[in-house]
């Protein structure tokens, strides 16, 4: 049954929570993290009165949901959906089947996401490096850097390689390596349609590796396919992420940028931004930056991006002649 009003999934949450009452939202509450308590309790404090009928139909949702979910777990999505379809029809099913993988977000290996990526790195240090891209994919970013940062040299850049190209994996092969997984960890299993890797994800990866691992990773990776080693580069190190330099790398920046790529990429800048650059500029500097930002008036957002972009070409050069330090998730960075 659809609702005729429609309600955010927290809305939803929050009238079921008042309508089953103090103590078995007391419960489940139990189970949330303080974030979603937080943003429950505001929600339930917000909630203006609801007629029965709509109480009701977010019940049967929730319920349908439930059910929906159990079937999931004991034969997967396909299974879940052929017994809806027989007690609710081919419509209803697909309603609740396309809201439970994407509204509520039920994720493959959660189980592995809970486990040690020491612990997961035996079991999966063997594997295909396929095998091993997709399960790296759906874990954290920090249990993903550890277990990549302690595989074999030879294959860190064929597996953040394939990371990088994954697109979206169907259910089955999904569903066949966590039950694999499952069984070696003695977890539970979840199943899910969702996408995973691509370039994003090996970049949050490879953000928390040591620099060691990170440069020889992208070292080798630049022979496999130098354009996707670029573009990995890129997304790694963004004009915005200057504010995380300390005062004497931003100095150097400043003496080795342009002032007119500067002026630019100041012009298109948060405040945050522009308080930190203007922080390590001489007072005369600052004046003469202010100044001439205000007479330039508006600018083209893609001449902004292309001077900041140059400047992260700065940063990067820096770096990798060691002159400055970007603070990454390694134990390497550590200065003493």
């Known amino acids: 049954m659809a609702l005729k009003k429609q309600f955010s ?7 079921l ?6 103590d078995a939202a007391a419960n489940v509450f139990k189970h949330l993290t303080e974030e979603e308590i937080e943003k429950l ?3 339930i404090s917000s909630v203006k009165k609801v007629d029965s009928e709509k109480k009701e139909e977010i019940i049967e949702e929730f319920y349908n949901l439930a059910i929906a979910q159990d079937y999931i777990s004991q034969g997967g999505i396909g299974y879940a959906k052929a017994i809806l379809e027989k007690a609710l029809g081919p419509e209803q099913a697909s309603m609740i089947i396309n809201r439970l993988t994407s509204s509520l977000q039920v994720r493959p290996f959660d189980f592995a ?6 612990q997961i790195l035996n079991f999966i240090q063997n594997e295909h490096p396929q095998t091993i891209a997709l399960i790296l994919s759906y874990l954290e970013p920090n249990q993903a850097a550890q277990i990549l940062s302690n595989l074999p040299d030879e294959m860190q850049a064929d597996v953040a390689k394939r990371i990088a190209l994954m697109d979206s994996t169907s259910p089955e092969i999904i569903f066949e390596v966590e039950q694999i997984l499952e069984q070696k960890l003695s977890a539970t299993f979840t199943q899910d349609y969702t996408k995973a890797g691509g370039i994003e994800a090996i970049v949050q990866v490879l953000n928390g590796v040591d620099r060691s691992t990170e440069r020889t990773i992208l ?41 007119d790529d500067l002026l630019l990429a100041l012009k298109g800048a948060s405040d945050e931004v522009k308080e930190v650059v203007f922080r390590n500029m001489s007072t005369r500097m600052k004046e003469t930056f202010m100044e001439e930002m205000e007479i330039m008036g508006p600018v083209r957002l893609r001449d902004v991006e292309e001077a900041q972009t140059r400047i992260v070409s700065v940063i990067r050069r820096l770096e990798d002649a060691g002159e400055i330090i970007i603070a990454r998730g390694g134990g390497d960075d550590i200065i003493v």
Do not use: H, W, Y
């Open 219 to 259: 070292e080798s990776l630049a022979v496999q396919d130098p354009e996707l080693t670029e573009e990995i580069k890129k997304r790694m190190f963004v004009f915005e992420d200057i504010v995380t330099l300390d005062n004497r790398a931003i100095q150097l920046v400043i003496r080795d940028c342009e002032n």
């Open 41 to 43: 309790t505001l929600e």
């Open 9 to 15: 999934g927290l809305q939803k949450a929050a009238i």
């Open 113 to 118: 996401r809970k486990a040690d990526p020491n």
């Open 17 to 22: 929570l008042i309508t089953l009452g103090e």
